[in-house]
């Protein structure tokens, strides 16, 4: 079975600049996160898709930042203008219905972003 | 507020030493309880989670965690550790009503030295 695809791995812009990262998550499964991890944190949740309608994006801030899920299945996180403090990793994460019992979360191996 | 804490940043263990990882929750409900390994430059593993049933569970790598209900820890463990085990390790726990989000604590670096 083929896990979450993220690209790119890597990502140095400067600030104001604009980026966008994609995310396919592993196939059937109907909720897609994105994750923000800073150095020495971790993950904290910007949003979490249910097929292409939005579940939770309270943390997102969305004077910036923007996602979207076009046919429920892969999505794209972008950045409009990007701050020094986005440099982070962003981690993508796909999981069966969570309301189904046990349902795990699996993750991408992530874009490590750097905003000079 | 709901979180979940990690008192350790770091654990050092000698390598053949058994091991202990620690995780508390303060979350409504009953969560789901789940933990993450993470090496460099890679996302997040899956090792093992709790539902319900027996508190000892096994996971991936010969690691498990127990559940203890009455002081809402989680904590990982493995009998002998190995160098390769050396990583970050992230408790998690998933709500189980509302957007059914999951909660991550701030992760322990494992180190296990030969």
């Known amino acids: 079975e083929a896990g979450v695809a993220q690209s790119p791995r890597y990502k140095i812009i400067e600030k104001r600049q604009s980026v966008a990262f994609w995310c396919n998550p592993i196939?059937?499964?109907?909720?897609l996160y994105w994750y923000q991890q800073i150095l020495g944190q971790g993950p904290k949740l910007l949003i979490q898709?249910?097929?292409?309608?939005?579940?939770?994006d309270s943390q997102l801030p969305k004077d910036r930042f923007s996602a979207e899920r076009l046919k429920g299945v892969d999505s794209t996180l972008k950045i409009q203008p990007a701050k020094l403090e986005d440099s982070a990793v962003y981690l993508c994460?796909?999981?069966?219905?969570?309301?189904?019992?046990?349902?795990?979360?699996?993750f991408g191996p992530g874009t490590r972003l750097t905003v000079l | 507020a709901q979180s979940v804490a990690q008192p350790e940043d770091q654990v050092n263990v000698a390598e053949g030493n058994p091991l202990t990882v620690k995780c508390t929750y303060s979350?409504?409900?009953?969560?789901?309880l789940f933990w993450y390994v993470q090496y460099p430059n890679r996302g997040l593993q899956f090792l093992l989670k709790?539902?319900?049933?027996?508190?000892l569970v096994k996971g991936s790598y010969g690691f498990e965690a127990e559940f203890n209900k009455s002081q809402t820890s989680f904590h990982l463990k493995k009998p002998s550790a190995l160098v390769s085990d050396s990583a970050l390790y992230f408790c998690?726990?998933?709500?189980?009503?509302?957007?059914?989000?999951?909660?991550f604590g701030t992760g322990t670096r494992l180190k296990v030295l030969a």
């Open positions: 979350v409504s409900g009953n969560p789901y």
């Open positions: 709790y539902i319900t049933g027996d508190n």
């Open positions: 898709f249910q097929n292409n309608g939005v579940v939770d």
């Open positions: 998690a726990v998933r709500l189980t009503s509302g957007t059914y989000k999951y909660i």
């Open positions: 196939s059937g499964h109907a909720t």
């Open positions: 994460a796909s999981s069966l219905d969570p309301t189904r019992f046990g349902a795990t979360q699996y």
